[in-house]
């Protein structure tokens, strides 16, 4: 299993704004009650966490598409979990899924990426 680190996430999430610009806004038709990772067609990475999975850890997308398409009482292992077990910290870990619920809930992603960039592993006192 891939190991990733905080300064992975925070680089990748630098090279997607570069790729979509920081004013991209996921398409309304997508943001639904149920998060979609990978486009169910193509397979291509949908919102701003499928592409992150996508670009530091193949398997973990694969984690992420399998969760798209969970339709049994059993389901595949949570992307949260998925993240988790890679060696990030699970306060890193929500603020992954709080940049998603921005975006869910039609934030720019570059608005929505913040939560990622502006992390640090400093505890206030």
Not at 35 to 64: Q, T
Not at 86 to 93: A, E, H
Request: proline residues 9%; aromatic residues 10%.
């Amino acid at each position: 299993m891939t190991q990733i680190t905080v300064a992975d996430v925070k680089r990748v999430t630098e090279e997607i704004l570069a790729e979509y610009g920081e004013d991209y806004v996921y398409p309304e038709a997508l943001r639904t009650t149920r998060c979609i990772y990978a486009d169910p067609i193509s397979g291509v990475p949908s919102c701003i966490v499928g592409h992150i999975a996508s670009r530091l850890d193949p398997e973990l997308f694969e984690v992420m598409q399998a969760w798209d398409r969970r339709s049994t009482p059993h389901p595949p292992t949570s992307p949260w979990v998925a993240f988790s077990e890679r060696g990030l910290p699970t306060r890193f870990v929500s603020e992954i899924f709080e940049a998603q619920a921005a975006q869910d809930m039609g934030k720019p992603w570059g608005k929505a990426a913040e939560f990622i960039l502006n992390f640090s592993d400093e505890i206030p006192a």
